[in-house]
Structures are given as C-alpha cells and as structure tokens.
C-alpha cells in the first residue's frame, strides 16, 4: 500500500529551466507534506515544507504547491542549477500522533549544463 | 557540527552475527526516530521515541529488532540473528517537540547520514 507516490522515477532538465517534481498521495488524514533532497552516501536534507491549510509555499528557488482535491503536489525548482542534480523525496505525515514520515520513491533529478 | 550523527557508517556482518547502531540526536530535540532505506526505495518507518519512551514500532519492526533510548538522548537500534534481507541504509532523524497546540508549524525531521548495513 503506496500512500505517497512518485510516478517519475527520473527527470533531465538543463541548466536555469524549471524542474518540476510530482507527488500524489492517497491519504486523507496526511496535513503536512515535505520534499527532501539526497545526495549519494548522506541523509536526506530537508528543503521545503507546506501545511494543508495553504496551497503554495516559497523559499528562494523552491516552490511547493498543495492541491488538496486532487491529492497532488509538486515541487517547483527555478532557475535550475548543476548542484540541484540529486534524488528528491516527497514526504506527508499526519500532525497529530507519532508525525511519522511516509515517503515516495523519489525522483533522480539530473541537471544538464 | 550539531547536526545528527550516526555510528557507525557502514558495517558489514555474516548471516547470524548480531549489529548495534548508535544515533545522536540534535541535543534540543526530543523526537528521534529511525527508518529503513533500501535500494530503489524512499526511507520506511521503523520507531519513535518522545524522549526516553518508544511510542511507536512498524510492523516492519520484527523480534529480532529492538531500540532503545536510555536518559531521552542517544539512540541504539539492535538487530539480532541478522539476516541478508536486513541489508539496507538505517537512517536516523531528530526533531523537536509538537508545538502543534501552539500554532507553530514546526514538524521538520533532520536526518543523520546514516548506516549502511550489509549482510553478507
């Protein structure tokens, strides 16, 4: 039972045009949804986090936006950078409870010069 | 560096043998929890700790399993009679106390690098 889906196991994009990342997710009860980026050999980094209440949040480069209807979300990346070329997971949790994360797959991002 | 740290990096066992890994936690936060990453995956909840007490396990938590989190700091996961199917990456993450009832929107976990276990 996959409740957080990436659908896109891969994506290129060159260099300074928009990444954008997909997720979905099945469950309801899911109020908080983050995108964490890996490196090979680390943890995962956290990058940006938004709330059910809203439908878009920006840091920098990095925009998420909720639709909550559609159960979907996406992680907008621009201008796109070399260093940007890693695997990005999508994250939900319940904030009620323990907050455990519940993953995706991820998506390898490559970033073309 | 404050972050979250793990111990040891990579370790590499027979069938059998039995494994402790060590996490050290952001010394402000009192939520630890660990995952399991395998390849081609995204990291899998195994427990939870709000300081010293573990108040939840994943199914994926078999008997053979076992953590602990003695005072509220450091974390242990132990893995028994380990087996080749318990190859994988075990992550570590650290994150404040719920600030739900005060409004705060605080629920960021920051992970460790990790434990890459192989089971020959």
């Known amino acids: 039972d996959q409740q957080v889906k990436q659908n896109s196991p891969s994506l290129s994009v060159q260099e300074g045009r928009i990444s954008i990342l997909n997720c979905d997710y099945t469950?309801?009860?899911?109020?908080?949804f983050l995108w964490y980026k890996k490196y090979p050999a680390e943890g995962p980094t956290f990058l940006i986090s938004?709330?059910?209440?809203?439908d878009k949040n920006e840091d920098g480069r990095f925009t998420v936006f909720l639709n909550k209807s559609a159960k979907h979300l996406s992680l907008h990346i621009v201008p796109s950078q070399p260093g940007d070329s890693a695997v990005y997971f999508c994250?939900?949790?319940?904030?009620?409870?323990?907050?455990?994360?519940?993953f995706g797959q991820g998506t390898r991002l490559t970033i073309n010069p | 560096d404050t972050g979250v740290s793990q111990n040891p990096r990579h370790k590499i066992t027979k069938r059998g043998q039995n494994v402790t890994f060590r996490c050290d936690p952001i010394?402000?936060?009192?939520?630890l929890y660990w995952y399991r990453q395998t390849l081609g995956q995204g990291p899998e909840f195994l427990t939870y700790?709000?300081?010293?007490?573990?108040?939840?396990k994943s199914r994926l938590l078999s008997d053979r399993f076992s953590a602990e989190r003695p005072k509220g700091s450091f974390s242990t996961l132990e893995i028994q009679r380990t087996e080749q199917g318990d190859s994988a990456m075990y992550l570590c993450?650290?994150?404040?106390?719920?600030?739900?009832?005060?409004?705060?929107?605080?629920?960021?976990?920051?992970f460790g690098p990790g434990t890459r276990l192989t089971v020959t």
């Open positions: 993450a650290s994150s404040p106390r719920s600030a739900f009832n005060r409004g705060s929107s605080t629920y960021e976990q920051y």
């Open positions: 010394s402000e936060h009192n939520r």
């Open positions: 938004i709330s059910s209440i809203k």
């Open positions: 469950n309801s009860m899911f109020d908080y």
């Open positions: 700790f709000q300081n010293e007490a573990q108040l939840e």
């Open positions: 994250a939900a949790s319940a904030r009620k409870g323990a907050q455990k994360l519940v």
